[in-house]
């Protein structure tokens, strides 16, 4: 089969839709954050790449601290709304209900189904984003979203972004087993 280039916009598919959460001069603040992933086992690691523009770089470079929410199918809407109004057009603190968790500056928003409180280990400035690598203080989920202990997708009910489309999609069904699969092989 023939391949086609199709130039720079290139992005791994899909991609985790998430909430970013931050703080600053005690006002909470929400943006829309997809570009987010584990980064590291041990200590733990999440990595987020923030506009050097947005409201959200200036607070988290202040505090120290971020969240990553992940929320469900039902909260397209709501999460779309924060990643198209600036936190300095529009105070989004009174958007959701904040869960108080082990730091001071990284919200937890209630309705989401799961949050994680990252403290900024280190950052880097690339030409439009700051790489933050926050470390992983805790992990919040709602107690109905665990099967012996652990996230389950099925309750979770994410969804992902795919670019340069932009659209929102649903998770699919369960395929295989990681670290499983490939025995077969060996
Ligand atoms: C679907 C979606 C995903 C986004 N992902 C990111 C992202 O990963 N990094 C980023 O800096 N901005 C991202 N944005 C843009 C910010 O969420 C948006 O500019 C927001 O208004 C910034 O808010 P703030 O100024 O209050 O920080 C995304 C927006 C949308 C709609």
Redesign the pocket.
């Known amino acids: 089969m023939g391949k086609i280039n199709i130039g720079i916009q290139g992005f791994t598919m899909p ?1 985790p ?1 998430t909430i ?1 959460g ?1 703080r600053q001069g005690g006002r909470s ?8 992933t584990r980064v590291n086992y041990n200590p733990a690691l999440i990595m ?4 050097k ?5 200036s ?1 988290i470079k202040e505090s120290g601290e971020f969240s990553v929410n992940i929320p469900s199918s039902d909260m397209v809407e709501i ?2 709304f ?8 529009l105070d ?1 603190s009174e958007l959701f209900t904040i869960h108080k968790g082990e730091l001071e500056n990284a919200p937890i928003i209630v309705e989401c189904p799961m949050g994680i409180e990252c403290k900024v280990l280190d950052s880097m400035e690339l030409p439009n ?1 700051t790489l933050f690598v926050g470390e992983v203080i805790a992990t919040w989920c709602n107690e109905g979203v665990l099967t012996d202990g652990m996230p389950d997708i099925k309750k979770v009910n994410p969804f992902t ?1 795919t670019m340069p489309d ?1 659209r ?1 999609w649903a998770v699919g069904e369960c395929i295989g087993r990681a670290w499983h699969e490939g025995k077969s092989l060996k």
């Open positions: 991609m839709q970013l931050c603040n929400f943006m829309a954050l997809a570009w987010t987020a790449a923030v506009g523009k947005h409201f959200s770089n607070a999460t779309d924060v990643g198209l109004v600036s936190g300095s057009q989004k984003d972004l932009n929102y």
